[in-house]
Each structure stands twice: as structure tokens, then as C-alpha cells.
């Protein structure tokens, strides 16, 4: 069965600092791993995706994700956040079958200081 | 493009009534529509998958006699909280994949229910 670890439940950075948000993951074979942001009472925005291929992925608003197979691991990272980054993170993956269900990492809340 | 939408967004009902929350892809043919149930600071728990014209394949502990999925046509799927408790109060979304990119599902906006 796959699985998803975000191991940081809350992350805390200031504006204009680097950010990385740890995902590892669990799948007998290449998975499909996505990135999802929710700000409360929201539901989820994509912010960007691995299917193949370029193993550094490009998302939207500044965002970026890199898959390694030998860590298992695809973490997120932003080189300066901004205020309005702060929300809920969620990391998941979906096997490669015609639309697989996924399945969320616990999650990663971000607050960013002014 | 790939927008989906949830009906209502919030709603309150009294204990013991059943309530109705619509899931719509606007502009896309939704082959396959999931329900996810959130808890308040947690992640999300995928309750059913259902495929259009066929029934819903319910996640190992969720109640098919409680929540009812019907997904009627390519752009509608609903769910129905049957004799709803305060135990069901959450938030519920729904998510749609088609032949716009069949790896990707497509998120609704979640719908709050408060059951008193």
C-alpha cells in the first residue's frame, strides 16, 4: 500500500527566508507525487506534480519540488516565502493506474513572520 | 479550465435529518469523482471513489448506508449524509479526474457541515 510522511507537523520561517517541506513516500514502483496547498476553510490548490521525466519539478507561485527515487522523497522548496504563503501543505502520491486514488501526508502547517 | 464546484459551501442541520452536498465539474466530463472527508487540523481521508453509471466503491470503515454516493452524470456527483449526527460534523470534499489529464484530480472547494 503506499503511504506519504510529512514529518513536520509546523514549520515556522520569516519572510524572504528559504523554505523546504520534507515529503517521503512509500510505492513499489514510480509514483505519481503531488504538492497541494490549503489556506483555511479552503479546499486544495495544486501547486505542482511529478509524473516523469525532469525529476526538478516547476509549480506555481515560486514553488519547486524534487524528486529523489533513491531518499523516496520529494521535497518542496521556495527560495523566499512571503507572508501569503502561510497555510496548510499537503504532500501526496497516486499510483500510475487510470485515475488512482491518492493518498495525503498528514500535512505541514507554515506560518511565516513578518 | 478543470474547475469543480461544491454545493453548499456551509451548511447546519438539526441531528437525525439528511443532508445533500453536490459536487460539479464545470467545464470538464468527470469519468471518476472522489469524497474525502477532512477533520479539523488533519489530512484528508478518502471516503468512496465512484465512476459514472456505476456504484460507489467505499474506503475500508466508512458506512455506505450512511453516506450515499451517486454519480449520475459526467458533471455531477452527490453525497448524501443519511440521519446525520454531531460525530459527522466536518469538512467534506470532492474531487473529479477526467480525460483532461487522467492522473490528476481536480479539487472542490469543500463544503463545512455542522450537525446539532
Known amino acids: 500500500a503506499q503511504s506519504v510522511t510529512q514529518p513536520d507537523i509546523h514549520i515556522t520561517v520569516s519572510e524572504g527566508a528559504s523554505l523546504e517541506l520534507r515529503c517521503n513516500y512509500s510505492?513499489?514502483?514510480?509514483?505519481?507525487l503531488f504538492w497541494y496547498v490549503q489556506s483555511p476553510g479552503q479546499g486544495l490548490q495544486l501547486l505542482l506534480k511529478?509524473?516523469?521525466?525532469?525529476?526538478l519539478v516547476q509549480g506555481i507561485k515560486g514553488f519547486e519540488a524534487e524528486f529523489k527515487r533513491s531518499q523516496s522523497s520529494f521535497n518542496l522548496r521556495k527560495p523566499s516565502v512571503h507572508w501569503s504563503d502561510a497555510a496548510e501543505y499537503f504532500c501526496?502520491?497516486?499510483?500510475?493506474?487510470?485515475?488512482?486514488?491518492?493518498?495525503f501526508g498528514t500535512g505541514t502547517r507554515l506560518q511565516v513572520t513578518l | 479550465g478543470a474547475v469543480v464546484s461544491q454545493h453548499p459551501s456551509w451548511v447546519i442541520c438539526k441531528s437525525g435529518t439528511s443532508v445533500k452536498i453536490e459536487c460539479r465539474s464545470l467545464?470538464?466530463?468527470?469519468?471518476?469523482m472522489f469524497w474525502y472527508r477532512q477533520f479539523p487540523k488533519q489530512s484528508l481521508m478518502l471516503m468512496a471513489t465512484s465512476n459514472e453509471g456505476s456504484k460507489a466503491t467505499y474506503e475500508q470503515g466508512v458506512e455506505k448506508d450512511k453516506f450515499l454516493i451517486n454519480h449520475a452524470s459526467l458533471t455531477l456527483s452527490t453525497l448524501t449524509v443519511t440521519s446525520a449526527h454531531p460525530e459527522d460534523s466536518s469538512f467534506y470534499i470532492c474531487s473529479a479526474s477526467g480525460r483532461v489529464s487522467y492522473n490528476e484530480q481536480f479539487f472542490g472547494p469543500g463544503t463545512r457541515l455542522t450537525v446539532l
Open positions: 501526496a502520491v497516486a499510483g500510475t493506474g487510470t485515475a488512482s486514488k491518492l493518498t
Open positions: 467545464d470538464f466530463q468527470a469519468t471518476t
Open positions: 511529478y509524473f516523469s521525466g525532469d525529476t
Open positions: 510505492y513499489g514502483a514510480t509514483p505519481y
